[in-house]
């Protein structure tokens, strides 16, 4: 079956640190990979996205490459902001072998913290 | 495009009664997921529907769940009998066909059994 396993938090850093969560995953096709982010209060919203090897994602700031060999997904930010503190959350979408279904399958989730 | 709303936004409810929760897509979007998330743990798949076809469903959805989406736009999740392990958060996610189209999550329904 398919999984994601990221990197435990929580995660402080200061502001203007560089930033990198860990992903890995496993799946039994050939997966789109996805990074969502959940603000304090707010719902999950798509950050990042790349649906083949070697393909970079990137927005406000934030990159990620996927990596076939390695089956990673790492995301990445050269200087984080108080601003981005929420929580992230890797995911994969591969093609159920049944119904067609894209369903999602999301890891445990990482909380960062950005300090002043 | 106003995004996916779901509603009630917060529902408490005493064991043993049922609860229905309410999930409006994006409007052109034909498939709607809905996936249920407990604290500290990423969200979990339940259910998917293609227009009004539900086609797929996971073993996390017990026999007291029931999902709906007639005529292929809103669609109502209604648990019965709720137990105290139906506390979490109900996501609802449309997208249009196909593994690149990302999936866009509503609120979320925050469900708390007493």
């Known amino acids: 079956g398919n999984s994601v396993t990221q990197m435990e938090g929580p995660v402080t850093l200061s502001e203007e640190a560089f930033l990198t969560i860990n992903c890995t995953y496993t799946?039994?096709?050939?997966?789109?990979l996805f990074w969502y982010v959940q603000y304090p209060g707010e719902g999950l919203q798509l950050l990042l996205k790349?649906?083949?090897?070697?393909d970079k994602g990137s927005n406000k700031g934030f990159e990620a490459t996927y990596r076939k060999e390695t089956t990673s997904f790492h995301l990445e930010k050269g200087s984080v902001q108080v601003s981005d503190s929420a929580v992230y959350f890797c995911?994969?979408?591969?093609?159920?072998?049944?119904?067609?279904?894209?369903?999602?399958?999301f890891g445990k989730g990482t909380k960062l913290s950005v300090i002043p | 495009d106003t995004g996916v709303s779901q509603d009630p936004r917060h529902k408490i409810t005493k064991r043993g009664q049922n609860v229905t929760f309410r999930c409006d897509p994006i409007?052109?979007?034909?498939?709607l997921y809905w996936y249920r998330q407990t604290l500290g743990q990423g969200p979990e798949f339940l259910t998917y529907?293609?227009?009004?076809?539900?086609?797929?469903k996971s073993r996390l959805l017990s026999d007291r769940f029931s999902a709906e989406r007639p005529k292929g736009s809103f669609s109502t999740l209604e648990i019965q009998r709720t137990e105290q392990g139906d506390s979490a958060m109900y996501l609802c996610?449309?997208?249009?066909?196909?593994?690149?189209?990302?999936?866009?999550f509503g609120p979320g329904t925050r469900l708390t059994v007493t």
């Open positions: 799946a039994t096709g050939y997966p789109s």
């Open positions: 790349a649906t083949k090897a070697d």
């Open positions: 409007s052109e979007h034909n498939r």
């Open positions: 995911a994969l979408s591969d093609l159920d072998s049944g119904a067609g279904s894209y369903q999602l399958t």
């Open positions: 529907f293609q227009n009004e076809a539900q086609l797929e």
């Open positions: 996610a449309s997208s249009l066909e196909g593994a690149t189209y990302e999936q866009y």
